[in-house]
């Protein structure tokens, strides 16, 4: 039995995250106190219908949420296939999303009513079960459509299968990336940007793409990264992370930072791994 602990920030999406996980038949449950978890788990297991199941537990549980890591060590010490999805967003967008469904953040009381401090006290809280997490989503950016995409991609098939790698896009003048395992900072190359002709297209197009990759930096960037990666990639596998995530950076994120996800994303592919990609900022200005 596979068991899919959901959590993250409150109105980060978890919601939306186990209605598409329950239409891909996980048995889902919300907001049970980890306290919980044990006897829920072992009610799953002597039940021996239930294949996959997903709950939601998050700091709705008040100071009971802090007891998650005894929930855990109890799942994981009688052998169930246990794993943990984080969902997050950026500050600005969960202040938004707040303003516009009217809700009170779980911490409203405590922080007297103001929900940057609210958000700043969860992000404290969470922050361990965020670097132990398998699965970390940013909702950021991402539309539902988005986001049953990048759920189904994870949990779809088999994710023990091999490990999923997302190759994404950036731009700097955007923000980092908050999901990325991997980093590579490409605004070193010539810039298609300061080309006429070629400001208003995208590393998706071969004139970009082309221009990107004629220079010898370029190539020689793109084969030592596709060695690192030749080496790092069994580590992590070995090491048994679920998901990598690969982000490149340029300045907009719409010329280098494209083109080389689409070159990373193509080499992994060919070589059979389980990838997607995704462009964050490409659309953005235009």
Known sequence: MKFLIVTGMSGSGKSGAVNILEDIGYYCIDNIPPQL????????????????????????????????????SYLKTNDLDTSILFLDASDDVLIKRYKETRRKHPLDEQSHGSLQTAIDSERKILASVREYADYYIDTSELSMGQLKETVYSLFLDNPNESMVVKVMSFGYKYGVSREADLVFDVRCLPNPFYIPELKHHTGLESCVSDFVMKYEQSQTLLSKLEDMLDFLIPLYIHEGKSQLVIAFGCTGGKHRSVTFAEAVYKYLSDKKMKCRISHRDINKDR
């Open 37 to 72: 978890i044990p006897k829920f788990a072992e009610i799953c297991v002597n039940n021996g219908q239930m294949k996959k199941v997903a709950i939601v537990t998050d700091i709705r549980g008040g100071e009971l949420f802090l007891e998650l890591d005894e929930g855990l």
